[in-house]
């Protein structure tokens, strides 16, 4: 079983930025790839950002390009999310994933085996 706990979040102003971080433990890390979702009031859940399980490759959304950086440190089994320039439309409960398998679609809710509790991030306008 592999647990994923996450810190960072909170409430931050228009304009300013957060880092999310989510350490995974139960499984070897680095043969995980990661991704991180959100889910905002009254929304379906979204994809928000993954990456490879090197590291060497990144995936965003759309409307989180450029303004948000996910990596990830594998010989400390985390991952994390730097939020920067961040918008009233970021506030949403923020997630973490972890897929072990080999599905295709890296932005799919349903490749994710694991699921990290979620935590609040409010943007202030």
């Known amino acids: 079983q592999v647990q994923l706990v996450k810190s960072g979040g909170g409430l931050v102003q228009a304009g300013g930025s957060v880092r999310l971080s989510c350490a995974a433990s139960g499984r070897t890390f680095s043969t995980s790839r990661m991704g991180w979702f959100r889910q905002a009031p009254g929304k379906d859940r979204e994809f928000v950002a993954a990456?490879?399980?090197?590291?060497?490759?990144?995936y965003y959304a759309d409307s989180v390009k450029g303004r948000f950086t996910i990596s990830r440190d594998n010989a400390k089994s985390t991952v994390f999310l730097q939020m920067n320039s961040l918008k009233p439309e970021d506030t949403a409960v923020y997630y973490c994933?972890?897929?072990?398998?080999?599905?295709?679609?890296?932005?799919?809710?349903?490749?994710?085996?694991?699921w990290g509790q979620g935590t609040q991030v409010t943007v202030s306008s």
């Open positions: 990456i490879s399980r090197s590291g060497g490759n990144t």
């Open positions: 994933a972890a897929d072990y398998g080999y599905g295709l679609s890296y932005s799919s809710q349903s490749v994710y085996d694991y």
